[in-house]
């Protein structure tokens, strides 16, 4: 970013108007360049000034400290929502592969504890894989037809 895009955004800054990466943008530029802290302490000043005069509150004793609370505040809540974001992400992530491996495992068990012997009763499988699926109770009275 540069001094002209920084300076566009002063009164979006402190109207609360900037969207969280324009925001970063803005403050990496702001604590790196002493020409724009100036400017934007300038601008504070007065449209923060004008504000509290027409409401009738107060006046700040000190509008760079108010400045500087606001600027480490916004970065500080930009950080805090990206960290929250991560570990929402990073915690999906370990769901799903934690289901993932649970659903294999229960494949596994289901296929695998087979017999293994060829049989030519069309009904081996169904008879085989029966204890391991869940049938809801009114299919568990109905009998497998068995071939012997």
Not at 16 to 25: F, G, H
Not at 37 to 46: A, D, K, M
Not at 69 to 87: D, V
Request: hydrophobic content about 35%.
């Amino acid at each position: 970013m540069n001094c002209l895009q920084a300076q566009a955004m002063f009164n979006l800054f402190i109207d609360d108007k900037l969207e969280d990466d324009q925001l970063l943008d803005f403050i990496k530029h702001i604590k790196n360049c002493p020409h724009c802290q100036e400017e934007l302490e300038v601008y504070y000043t007065l449209l923060t000034g004008m504000k509290q005069l027409d409401a009738m509150l107060p006046l700040s004793n000190n509008f760079s400290e108010d400045l500087w609370k606001k600027i480490n505040k916004e970065e500080n809540e930009i950080i805090k929502k990206r960290r929250r974001k991560l570990q929402s992400n990073i915690f999906t992530t370990f769901c799903v592969i934690v289901g993932c491996i649970i659903v294999g495992i229960s494949f596994k068990n289901a296929f695998f504890s087979m017999k293994r012997k060829p049989s030519t009763d069309p009904y081996y499988i169904a008879n085989q894989l029966r204890p391991h699926l869940f049938y809801p109770p009114i299919y568990q009275d109905i009998p497998v037809r068995n071939k012997e």
